[in-house]
């Protein structure tokens, strides 16, 4: 069982590269969600999608963008990358909201 | 605004010992609790969950957590913690007037000594 599956696991970008990180879920979830997770900081939610074609902004969606063109894929975006940017990011999809999340493994990004 | 407030950033405990994390939330309107876990090197997991019904929850590995919505908590609690329940635990809502965000508390370490 695939699950949630993220692509990269691990990425080193230099500042004002861009970049997608990608997610694919094969549970046929209607709501995906992008989380960023800082030490001492917990999961913040970058972006989250309800649906094919919508998607909406988190708590901190400056310098990402997504798109959900399939229920499958819900890939980030990120434009001219920033040292701030460095963090751990997590995809997650939900069958039914709110409700129970299911979380991909990760990608741990580090912009130098 | 809706947020998670866990009390502890950073625990330690030997093995055997009883364990409770706190956790308070401030959101408008009905809630479903989360505790998820997050082993080293892991991703996150359900721990257990409040939708509705008995407040006091039971999840995995001997894990239960209950809601008192007077006092806004869903503490977690382990009669007896173990080497193996090391990881951060991170508490989290969402609810029917949040749309379909879940929020996260900032995660408290738990380090068990053996």
């Known amino acids: 069982n695939a699950g949630v599956t993220q692509t990269p696991k691990f990425r080193i970008l230099k500042i004002g590269q861009s970049m997608t990180l990608q997610c694919t879920q094969d549970?046929?979830?209607?709501?995906m969600y992008w989380y960023r997770q800082d030490p001492g900081m917990g999961l913040k939610l970058i972006y989250y999608?309800?649906?094919?074609?919508?998607?909406d902004k988190g708590e901190v969606p400056n310098g990402y963008n997504v798109s959900r063109s399939t229920t499958e894929d819900f890939p980030l975006r990120l434009e001219l990358a920033a040292p701030s940017q460095t963090s751990v990011y997590f995809c997650?999809?939900?069958?039914?909201?709110?409700?129970?999340?299911?979380f991909g493994e990760g990608s741990r990004l580090t912009v130098l | 605004a809706q947020s998670v407030s866990q009390h502890n950033h950073h625990v330690i405990l030997s093995e055997a010992a009883s364990l409770e994390l706190g956790c308070n939330y401030s959101?408008?309107?009905?809630?479903?609790l989360f505790w998820y876990v997050q082993y080293p090197g892991q991703h996150l997991q359900l721990l257990l969950k409040?939708?509705?019904?008995?407040?006091l929850v039971k999840g995995i590995k001997g894990f239960e957590a209950e809601f008192i919505k007077s006092k806004f908590s869903f503490n977690l609690r382990k009669p007896s913690v173990q080497w193996s329940d090391t990881a951060e635990y991170f508490c989290?809502?969402?609810?029917?007037?949040?749309?379909?965000?879940?929020?996260f508390g900032a995660g408290t370490r738990l380090f068990v000594k053996a």
């Open positions: 989290a809502v969402n609810g029917n007037t949040g749309g379909f965000k879940t929020i």
């Open positions: 959101y408008g309107g009905t809630v479903n």
């Open positions: 549970m046929n979830h209607n709501y």
């Open positions: 409040y939708f509705s019904g008995d407040p």
């Open positions: 997650a999809s939900s069958p039914a909201a709110p409700g129970e999340l299911f």
């Open positions: 999608s309800v649906g094919a074609g919508i998607t």
